[in-house]
């Protein structure tokens, strides 16, 4: 293994990751589902059923690697990283006809999940979090996958991508605000 890694950060702080990654997929899971509702193409609302099933699993994963332990309970990870990044997402889901769905899944938000679920494998440690390294492997596959198989051909460089580009960098990610595990925000 020729690649460094970062230094391990910690339990708490890699379980209050996962549980970020637990919320954002089933917000995915859920704008997916709302999306296929509003459709009229039969095509295009199972693909988007698909996905938003497969996002679901993917959020069920990410919440059974969260620890039980008597300083927090795994529900209580499961949050929204900051406001900022909430806003990017509201951005997203305004995307109303296909091609700006397109564009917004699979030009900025899909591309961005995959960046941030590689860093974040290059962080845990194997010996500590094993499992969630497998779990943000599969995650990882599944999401190459869905862009190779759906993001092809997306027609880039209109204004929404930019404008969603300028939200996305406006915020900090998925890095959370405050690493305490037992703040509301």
Not at 11 to 37: D, N, R
Not at 144 to 161: K, M, N, P, R, Y
Request: glycine share 4%.
């Amino acid at each position: 293994m020729n690649q460094m890694k970062s230094p391990w950060r910690g339990l708490l702080a890699t379980a209050a990751q996962i549980g970020v990654y637990s919320w954002l997929e089933a917000w995915l899971s859920s704008l997916l589902g709302e999306w296929a509702t509003a459709q009229s193409d039969p095509e295009y609302k199972l693909e988007l059923c698909a996905q938003s099933a497969q996002h679901r699993w993917h959020s069920e994963l990410f919440f059974d690697r969260l620890p039980v332990l008597s300083v927090v309970h795994p529900e209580d990870l499961v949050r929204p990283p900051n406001s900022q990044f909430e806003s990017f997402l509201a951005l997203v889901g305004s995307a109303s006809s296909h091609s700006d769905q397109s564009v917004a899944l699979y030009a900025v938000l899909l591309p961005f999940l995959l960046s941030v679920y590689n860093q974040e494998l290059q962080t845990l440690s194997e010996v500590a979090d094993a499992s969630a390294q497998r779990t943000l492997s599969l995650v990882v596959a599944d999401l190459e996958q869905e862009l190779a198989q759906h993001g092809t051909g997306v027609e880039g460089d209109s204004e929404l991508q930019r404008d969603l580009e300028q939200a996305l960098q406006a915020s900090p990610g998925l890095l959370l605000v405050s690493h305490s595990v037992t703040d509301d925000t």
